[in-house]
């Protein structure tokens, strides 16, 4: 909503917008009348709306252009043609058409000017009254304050008589944000819910059955099984905006963060979070929470995975598709490619870590602000502490871990990530959307934490020093291929050997003889000159489960570096 209102009076000399002014700052008609009244400000304590409003005068006679373009610069110019002429896309500056003099004209004046309303649909409305008698004074310029808080033009087509296809759009999200059992219908319990936390408090159960009567006697099908559906929805805010009180359905739309175009506001999707160089964003308890309740929601089926249409479902409250097809590649799934909830919250867990900002706007669009009890999403997140803070006093309390795995090309990256989501070689297929991924969740000393495995590209830029970018190093090298433990080993000296990220060496497809190894230290004696933990084995081959050790072993030492380091 606007944070204060301009309000121009434009008119031909002599019809009195002067001694409007006046008569509204000192409630009584004036004696004398100066050309021009100065620019008043009426303070947000005694508006109707809580907003200061500042009131502009103009005279022909005592303004020069240049003066009046300043004053109008939001209004364009002269009269509705000259105010809006130039306003051919977006929204259009709105008028209030004003009958002074009326104690002049005994019989009023709405019938000539109705035809003029029904040519502009940004005239709002038409008020009668006169500065001498102080009628309606008051009423013009709260009429015109809300004209501009609460316009109609972006709500509703008074030529089509419907609701505007954006004001549909966003009434739609509502509806289905406010429908907790998806039966595409909002029972008393639901109504009640949505009513108080847009209007502060819950309908008298009259008022409500009031409600579905006048719904069901205008609208086939707005109310079925005394429950109130889509149609009957819209066709409340229709009424609403027809009678005047579009300011109801202002602020149904404000409460679930839609601004005056219609787009969610980015004050709503994006609250402050800062996140602090070495510093991670994590969702907490009240995040965790929501997004195990959208879950239950849209799991129809209660099979404690979304499908891949109930998933489809979720995501129609945002405006793209928030995951890609990489999704299967990046957690586990069960068959069909459904997610689990373990899995759900993963992905969640994923996107926060990587991208808080994203993870900000997609607790957004689903209503976190409106259905939780905090008012920002920011409160389902929370930044940890510096990882170097972490580094130095040896052990971490933060849940979420990353870690690198680094190889040369054909070592098995890939195969080792899908081996962490449970996948064995066997039971890999190929895919068009591979990730470069994989997190799930391991247990360290009695905790569970989550760990994210992120593959390096062997072709990237590896000489640039990332100690404090990761948790934990993997090192991948094939036992078969000497040349790719050198490979290891550049890496290493480049990337890590002067931090205090911790490394491990694992050795990929230890079901393979290994080769014939050049002179030089083995990896064995690599490992102990540097003061490393020994190298790994590791094997996702043939189709049973891979072995889970590893990945806790990579986990413990992200949590415990100080330990790796004693050791």
């Not at 965790?288 to 209660?302: A, M, S, T």
């Not at 849940?399 to 098995?412: F, I, M, P, W």
């Not at 990761?470 to 790719?484: I, K, M, W």
């Not at 690599?526 to 072993?553: E, K, V």
């Amino acid at each position: 909503m606007k944070r204060d209102v301009r309000i121009l009076l434009l008119g031909e000399a002599q019809v009195g917008k002067t001694s409007l002014i006046l008569s509204l700052v000192g409630e009584e008609f004036p004696e004398e009348v100066p050309p021009r009244a100065e620019e008043i400000t009426i303070p947000a304590d005694v508006t109707p709306e809580k907003v200061p409003t500042h009131i502009v005068d103009y005279s022909e006679a005592e303004q020069t252009d240049e003066e009046l373009q300043d004053e109008i610069r939001k209004i364009r110019t002269k009269w509705i043609p000259m105010v809006n002429g130039r306003t051919e896309r977006g929204p259009r500056i709105p008028i209030i058409l004003v009958g002074n003099k009326s104690d002049l004209w005994p019989g009023g004046s709405m019938e000539a000017v109705l035809p003029i309303m029904s040519q502009f649909p940004e005239i709002e409305t038409c008020v009668e009254c006169s500065a001498k008698n102080l009628r309606n004074i008051s009423e013009l310029f709260y009429y015109a304050q809300k004209a501009v808080l609460h316009p109609t033009a972006p709500l509703y087509d008074p030529e089509a008589k419907e609701l505007r296809p954006a004001c549909v759009q966003a009434l739609t999200r509502i509806f289905r944000l406010s429908d907790q059992d998806l039966d595409q219908a909002l029972s008393d319990e639901e109504l009640n819910a949505f009513q108080k936390s847009c209007f502060g408090h819950p309908l008298a159960p009259q008022a409500l059955e009031d409600v579905k009567m006048v719904v069901s006697k205008n609208v086939a099908g707005g109310v079925r099984d005394d429950r109130l559906t889509l149609d009957g929805f819209l066709f409340l805010n229709t009424i609403f905006i027809q009678r005047g009180r579009h300011e109801t359905t202002w602020a149904i739309l404000r409460r679930f963060g839609y601004g005056d175009s219609l787009e969610l506001t980015d004050d709503y999707l994006y609250p402050s979070l800062p996140v602090p160089p070495g510093c991670t964003a994590e969702l907490n308890h009240f995040g965790y929470q929501f997004l195990q309740r959208v879950f239950e929601k849209h799991d129809q089926d209660h099979d404690g995975a979304l499908s891949p249409l109930e998933l489809q479902s979720l995501f129609r409250v945002f405006p793209v598709a928030p995951w890609g097809p990489e999704l299967p590649r990046t957690v586990c799934t069960v068959a069909g490619d459904r997610l689990p909830l373990h899995s759900f919250l993963c992905q969640w867990t994923l996107v926060t870590y990587l991208d808080v900002r994203r993870c900000l706007g997609h607790l957004g669009y689903l209503g976190y602000p409106v259905l939780s009890e905090h008012n920002s999403q920011a409160h389902a997140i929370t930044v940890t502490r510096e990882r170097r803070l972490d580094q130095e006093k040896g052990q971490t309390q933060r849940r979420v871990l990353l870690g690198e795995v680094v190889g040369a090309r054909g070592v098995g990256k890939s195969a080792f990530l899908q081996a962490f989501l449970g996948r064995s070689l066997g039971l890999q297929e190929p895919t068009t959307a591979p990730s470069v991924y994989a997190i799930n969740t391991v247990h360290v000393s009695g905790q569970e934490k989550y760990l994210i495995l992120r593959e390096v590209d062997a072709d990237g830029p590896l000489d640039v020093t990332s100690d404090t970018a990761c948790d934990v190093a993997c090192l991948l090298f094939d036992s078969s291929n000497p040349a790719s433990f050198a490979f290891c080993t550049r890496v290493y000296k480049q990337r890590y050997l002067d931090g205090q990220t911790p490394c491990l060496f694992v050795s990929s497809k230890a079901d393979l003889p290994p080769g014939v190894w050049p002179p030089g230290p083995s990896p064995a004696e690599f490992c102990r000159r540097h003061l490393l933990p020994a190298p790994a084995r590791f094997s996702c081959a043939g189709s049973a489960a891979p072995s889970t050790a590893i990945f806790s072993q990579l986990a413990t030492m992200a949590t415990f570096p100080a330990l790796v380091r004693s050791r």
